[in-house]
């Protein structure tokens, strides 16, 4: 990418160009610039700019659109007018991504008297066992069917290398407060355990700071441990880039 750039991008204009031959510089004085640059071809493709922003030269310089350069080398461009910097690509900042709306779980294995329910902005709320209703949420439930079946389950959600942070508040839900259900939470990313705990209705909802920097895939199993159903939740559950 910085050699295609270096050899293409042979000056930046900021702000819009002028239609005629002269134009004001940032000093205010008058310039002399001349638009005779016929053609810009990448990988030896025709890409001139078909709108006003032409190519020109200026001082021995020529300078071509960094917007138009970038597009066509496939990379976006952006300018950050607070700390007075472009970005070609990727920009620094995080982006969002949540389970079930922009990812979907790609496999889910289970062992007898266990459920899923995934959702994203579901009408049907869930509460957790403070009272905190969620719309958002992954729910995974383990019904106590005998006492000597541990019963059990997992999702994987596909990461792709793509991601860094996995973030969710973990908790029991409301309507198992009650059961007494002890469940153990392991959550791995490619394999590689990042997180384990024994959840029960007396612990509060933790918040998930997960990280899975280019891990592949992302596994959430649960097992129950006691004699009693129980169900867990990962309440508002998301990706950042």
Request: charged share 10%.
């Given at each position: 990418m910085k050699d295609k750039l270096k050899g293409l991008v042979l000056g930046l204009v900021a702000g819009s160009l002028m239609t005629g031959?002269?134009?004001?510089?940032?000093?205010?004085?008058?310039?002399?610039?001349?638009?005779?640059v016929k053609d810009i071809k990448i990988n030896n493709v025709s890409k001139m700019p078909t709108d006003d922003s032409k190519p020109f030269v200026y001082n021995g310089t020529t300078y071509v659109p960094l917007g138009f350069i970038s597009n066509a080398l496939g990379q976006s461009a952006k300018w950050d007018g607070k700390s007075k910097t472009i970005y070609i690509g990727e920009t620094g900042e995080s982006k969002t991504l949540y389970l079930e709306k922009d990812i979907k779980y790609m496999n889910s294995q289970y062992g007898a008297g266990a459920y899923l329910n995934a959702e994203y902005n579901s009408s049907e709320k869930v509460t957790d066992n403070v009272g905190n209703e969620h719309s958002s949420y992954?729910?995974?439930t383990l019904i106590a069917l005998s006492i000597k079946e541990k019963s059990w389950e997992y999702v994987e959600y596909p990461l792709n290398g793509k991601m860094k942070m996995f973030k969710a508040k973990l908790g029991v839900t409301d309507e198992y407060k009650d059961s007494g259900g002890i469940a153990k939470v392991t959550i791995t990313a490619d394999g590689k355990e990042i997180y384990s705990k024994e959840i029960t209705a007396g612990n509060l909802p933790e918040d998930l700071n997960l990280d899975v920097s280019n891990a592949l895939k992302l596994q959430i199993k649960i097992q129950r441990?006691?004699?009693d159903s129980v169900q867990v939740g990962l309440f508002d559950p998301m990706l950042t880039q």
């Open positions: 031959v002269t134009a004001f510089a940032a000093s205010g004085s008058m310039i002399e610039v001349f638009y005779n992954l729910l995974m441990e006691g004699s």
